[in-house]
């Protein structure tokens, strides 16, 4: 009786619908028929150079989840098992650096590392780890908080030594935890773009980066594609390995949240205070270094990087090339209207979703497919699709809001739909017995419930926005600079004063960035919003 009817149903999915055939699945075929045409997959697949590119981004990215893992597991255990002074703290500092832009990650670990460790492997593993630890405790924490403790309490009752209960009891049932947490930190650090574009060495790429340097600076499409390709597969392989391991690791357990303690012993409160300390120092390190590095000058502390953000002319008749301002002009308009397509396009296809019940769930899982697609394909697959008349949309001043909002539309849908599914049906049917039509019931008891979720995936669609890099770096044009854009090539330059430019437009970023996360963060229902998910936004 409350049903929507199909004909408004089918009315609120075919904007959704349209625009992720247009401009993400009509892309991605185009650059699977560009990987097998011709002599394109042949020709990359011997050259030697494509297979070093792919193992160095194998090997990079096993090294940087193993030592996350490994680092993870210390502040996983201390929020999982303890109510300590700062924890809530420590979790927000932890979510603040996985939201943030990888090239503001990217540009931290610059200012932080001393020289002679810049612009290496090293430095690239050390900012994948830190970025990622919000990974490990957030995926790992909460599954571990709600282990039994009766069974490490039984061993540790029977002489078994702190170390012995972990290794035999505790790491075996948190497995699947690791699995899942393992599979998302490979999947950032394969897939890694910005963190190596600002920090790696000359030569050191990823495949996410050959992909744009065969691209952009070579011309060399049909490569690019196979490149592409080739990262899909592996990554999905990765993806079902994560899945069957999940399945053969995972026990019957009652999970039930166990109550945090308050470290008592000394040794448990000498333990939370060295991990927390160690974690907070590990944490804050490279955002202290990013804000200090924008005040530094070869003479002593400055503010002119501030002060001549707007100067373009490094001496005169030099023009820098770049205007600092202009870039947070384009990144704030391309922001405004990025949110404005995710809202409008998020909220149509929340409405059909829960409308439509189970037929919702095609739906569903289309508007999701950008989430487990790196922001490197999406814009390299518009790139080439958009190329020519009638459809040559390159120039166009939306494509690369259309392109930022195609990765923020999935967080928009997953903020709403729950909210959505939760209205009582009995409101409805209350409405439809004073006389209201299903569409008019819909609109006056359901939609008022869009408002909260939309505004607080507003939020974060303009952060997603605003640092965006990867399909950026395919669509922007000269002169269309964004902040992220912008803070890499400054910081590519010579000049302290450039490069302070750099770090103080990332300080900018970071804090903006953060702001909008702290907003969305403070509802309560939407937090999982910032956990992570099989995609970061690059």
């Known amino acids: 009786m409350t049903a929507l009817p199909r004909r408004v149903i089918a009315a609120l999915a075919i904007l959704p619908a349209a625009g992720l055939a ?52 210390a502040p996983a255990y201390i929020v999982a098992r303890f109510d ?23 540009a931290a670990f610059l200012a932080l590392l001393p020289d002679g460790m810049n612009r290496s492997v090293a430095a690239v593993i050390a900012a994948h780890v830190v970025f990622n630890l919000a990974v490990v405790v957030r995926t790992v924490g909460p599954f571990w908080e ?64 050959e992909v ?36 053969r690791h995972s026990r019957p357990l009652g999970l039930e949240p166990n109550a945090r303690q308050i470290p008592r012993r000394g040794s448990e409160r000498r333990r939370v205070a060295l991990i927390g300390i160690t974690s907070f120092a590990v944490c804050g390190a490279p955002l202290a270094a990013l804000a200090a590095q924008s005040f530094s000058t070869p003479s002593g502390w400055s503010t002119a990087a501030w002060t001549q953000l707007g100067r373009t002319e490094v001496r005169p008749g030099i023009r820098l090339g770049i205007d600092p301002l202009d870039a947070v002009r384009n990144s704030v308009e391309n ?23 189970n037929a919702g769930r ?48 999935p967080f928009v849908v997953r903020a709403t739909v729950g ?52 399909a950026t770096s395919f669509l922007s044009r000269s002169g269309g600079e964004t902040v992220p854009i912008a803070i890499e090539q400054l910081l590519g330059r010579t000049g302290s004063l450039l490069q302070a430019q750099g770090y103080a437009l990332a300080t900018i970023l970071a804090a903006v960035t953060i702001a909008l996360v702290v907003a969305v963060d403070r509802s309560h229902e939407l937090r999982t ?3 992570p998910t099989v995609n970061r936004p690059d």
């Open 335 to 357: 922001a405004l209207w990025a949110t404005l397509f995710a809202v409008v396009i998020g909220a149509l296809a929340s409405l059909a979703i829960a409308a439509a019940r």
């Open 212 to 247: 744009w340097r065969q691209a952009i600076q070579l011309g060399d499409i049909g490569t690019a594609a196979v490149l592409t390709v080739l990262q899909l597969v592996v990554l999905a392989a990765v993806m079902v390995w994560a899945s069957r391991a999940q399945r």
């Open 22 to 73: 247009v401009f993400y699945v009509w892309p991605l075929l185009t650059l699977l028929s560009r990987a097998i045409d011709g002599g394109a997959l042949r020709t990359t697949l011997e050259r030697p150079a494509t297979w070093e590119v792919a193992w160095f981004t194998l090997w990079q990215a096993v090294v940087s989840t193993l030592i996350t893992l490994v680092v993870g597991l």
């Open 419 to 470: 909210v959505l599914r939760s209205v009582d049906p009995e409101l409805r049917a209350a409405a439809a017995t004073l006389g209201a039509s299903p569409t008019r019931a819909w609109r006056a008891v359901v939609v008022p419930f869009l408002w909260r979720p939309l505004k607080v995936s507003a939020a974060l669609a303009a952060a997603i926005s605003l640092g965006e890099f990867g």
């Open 529 to 531: 919003l910032v956990r």
């Open 84 to 106: 300590f002074r700062g924890r809530q703290l420590l979790l927000g500092l932890l979510t603040a650096l996985f939201v943030l832009p990888t090239v503001v990650m990217g």
């Open 362 to 409: 095609i739906l569903d899982v289309g508007m999701m497919l950008p989430v487990g697609t790196s922001a490197v394909t999406i814009g390299f697959g518009m790139l080439i699709t958009f190329d020519q008349a009638p459809y040559d949309w390159r120039a166009e001043w939306w494509l690369v809001p259309v392109g930022h909002a195609l990765v923020a539309v």
């Open 146 to 209: 709600q282990l039994p403790t009766d069974m490490e309490g039984a061993a540790a009752s029977l002489g078994a030594s702190p170390w012995r209960v972990f290794t035999m009891i505790t790491l075996p049932l948190i497995r699947p935890a690791l699995v899942a947490a393992a599979s998302i930190v490979f999947v950032f650090t394969f897939t890694s773009f910005g963190v190596v574009r600002v920090i790696g060495a000359a030569g050191t790429r990823t495949l996410e980066v």
